[in-house]
């Protein structure tokens, strides 16, 4: 079983929402670093948001920064993405990924989900 299972994907019209959840079945990361990160077709993985174990610091790229949250909720070994006015630009799969510190580069986190696909159309 993957260590993280992403779920909540889907396909939507631009403007519309949706959250994206991601589980740790059996584990704890609770003392990690959790990050969502995307990649469309074509495209290299980016980062989208992290957020940290102590202090619950969040972090956004440019362009979701004002649309999207990222919580999380340690007791349930899980992380949250809302995604609020969705846009065309937004579609991709989405991954979680954890990390033991800080990092907005795909190649620090050693630990991965299989994705969730999110589709926006116009």
């Known amino acids: 079983q993957a260590p993280l299972v992403e779920s909540g994907g889907g396909l939507v019209q631009a403007g519309d929402s949706l959250r994206l959840s991601c589980t740790s079945p059996g584990r704890t990361f609770s003392t990690y670093v959790m990050a969502w990160f995307r990649q469309a077709p074509g495209k290299e993985r980016e980062f989208v948001a992290s957020?940290?174990?102590?202090?619950?610091?969040?972090t956004y790229a440019d362009s979701v920064n004002g649309r999207f949250t990222i919580s999380r909720d340690n007791a349930k070994s899980a992380v949250y993405l809302q995604m609020n006015s969705l846009e065309p630009e937004d579609t991709g799969v989405y991954y979680c990924?954890?990390?033991?510190?800080?990092?907005?580069?795909?190649?620090?986190?050693?630990?991965w989900g299989q994705g969730t696909q999110v589709t926006v159309s116009s």
């Open positions: 957020i940290t174990n102590v202090g619950r610091v969040t």
């Open positions: 990924a954890v990390n033991g510190g800080y990092s907005i580069k795909p190649s620090d986190y050693s630990i």
